[in-house]
T-cell receptor, first 111, second 112 residues
Framework: LAKTTQPISMDSYEGQEVNITCSHN???????ITWYQQFPSQGPRFIIQ???TKVTNEVASLFIPADRKSSTLSLPRVSLSDTAVYYC????????????FGTGTKLQVIP | DTEVTQTPKHLVMGMTNKKSLKCEQH?????MYWYKQKAKKPPELMFV???????INESVPSRFSPECPNSSLLNLHLHALQPEDSALYLC???????????FGQGTRLTVV
């Protein structure tokens, strides 16, 4: 299983764009990159998933360079409600396999 | 229905008690998971069920006993727990090839 490395914590002001980078040097060919958001005492919530290049949905963008050894989650114009822990996961799509969480990044949005 | 429902939300139990955590989903997912999460730590995988059969046990102590009675239900039976087992227990489900897994809100367990 590919190991992921993320910054432990980040601070950002409201309204700014936030970029959280995840390193996954030993990503395998079949692995996807998935990001989850977790608020205190709640279950993680799927944000976005990608395999290569760029993926965008209504809440975030995911940038993956050609070598796929890292990825960047981009949150546009964050608000206080985006304060949470963000986890980067690497593995084959969910289903009958072991999926492990890395340490995550604690994002604190400041007014 | 895109929810995973866990009950109870909170549970306090003594070290000699027997209790069960329940998880239910009606999304037709055939894989279900139990995770344990300690404060300020990432979730740790405990068990994986696929098609109602236990496929992965992450060397979890026998005082935790999972059960999958049918494709929609997942139980975690607890017996003779220790105070260090106090944590948030999360259930999740997914379908093969699906890009996302759905998590429940968790059961906050306190062992006294």
């Amino acid at each position: 299983l590919a190991k992921t490395t993320q910054p432990i914590s980040m601070d950002s002001y409201e309204g700014q764009e936030v970029n959280i980078t995840c390193s996954h040097n030993n990503i395998a060919t079949n692995d996807y990159i998935t990001w989850y958001q977790q608020f205190p005492s709640q279950g993680p919530r799927f944000i976005i998933q990608g395999y290569k290049t760029k993926v965008t949905n209504e809440v975030a963008s995911l940038f993956i360079p050609a070598d796929r050894k890292s990825s960047t989650l981009s949150l546009p114009r964050v608000s206080l409600s985006d304060t949470a822990v963000y986890y980067c996961l690497v593995g084959e799509t969910w289903g009958y396999q072991k999926v492990t969480f890395g340490t995550g990044t604690k994002l604190q949005v400041i007014p | 229905d895109t929810e995973v429902t866990q009950t109870p939300k909170h549970l306090v139990m003594g070290m000699t008690n027997k209790k069960s955590l329940k998880c239910e989903q009606h999304m037709g997912h055939r894989a279900m998971y139990w995770y344990k999460q300690k404060a300020k730590k990432p979730p740790e995988l405990m068990f994986v069920y696929s098609y109602e059969k236990l496929s992965i046990n992450e060397s979890v102590p026998s005082r935790f006993s999972p059960e999958c009675p049918n494709s929609s239900l997942l139980n975690l039976h607890l017996h003779a727990l220790q105070p260090e087992d106090s944590a948030l227990y999360l259930c999740a489900s997914s379908q093969e090839g699906d890009p996302s897994a759905f998590f429940g809100q968790g059961t906050r367990l306190t062992v006294v």
